[in-house]
């Protein structure tokens, strides 16, 4: 079960689908495809789920490199590879498999041409799955570190609340006169 909080792009889901430990509601697949991404909170690990050329994708929200909003990134195709572009740093990440590439050069094939490459597996991606017209997704709980978890922990969730609420502090300083800016 799901529960809508204070935005329409923000919920929770606070309990697995009956008989099916792990699976999160989404929403119908005609809204996800209308909203193109949808952000959700599932058992305390917070999702970016998209639609793209008819595809649904899931992966941790943050990416892995310094925990850049991906619902904000550009979906580009890299290397024959769909992918989602940090739009902090511009790390490109693969939306089937979490990969993170790169371009090379082999400096002994002539002439010199970039090939994209792997760096294995950064960002943890989710199973999406449609059930009449419903969209569930299951999270990946295979074992072994991936370098996006960092930012689905409590720690990382207090060092940013922390930080929201000193920007929120200086903004508020300055709309009332009490700080100044030389």
């Not at 919920?11 to 005609?30: A, L």
């Not at 997704?137 to 207090?158: C, F, K, N, P």
């Amino acid at each position: 079960r799901c529960v809508r909080g204070e935005s329409v792009r923000a919920q929770v889901c606070e309990m697995s689908s009956p008989g099916d430990q792990g699976v999160c509601f989404v929403g119908t697949r005609e809204a996800v495809v209308q909203a193109g991404r949808v952000v959700r909170r599932v058992h305390g690990r917070d999702v970016l789920v998209l639609h793209h050329q008819g595809a649904l994708y899931a992966l941790d929200l943050h990416c892995y490199h310094s925990g850049g909003p991906l619902q904000e990134g550009d979906i580009e195709e890299f290397g024959g590879r769909l992918c989602i572009v940090c739009p902090w740093h511009k790390y490109k990440i693969t939306l089937a498999e979490g990969e993170g590439l790169y371009q090379a050069v082999n400096p002994l094939v002539k002439p010199l041409r970039p090939v994209w490459c792997s760096k294995g597996v950064k960002q943890r991606v989710h199973q999406v799955t449609e059930v009449n017209g419903d969209i569930f997704i299951r999270l990946d709980d295979s074992a072994g570190a991936v370098e996006s978890d960092h930012y689905q922990t409590e720690e990382y969730r207090l060092i940013v609340g922390e930080a929201d609420k000193q920007r929120k502090h200086k903004i508020t300083s300055l709309l009332s006169g009490t700080t100044r800016i030389f």
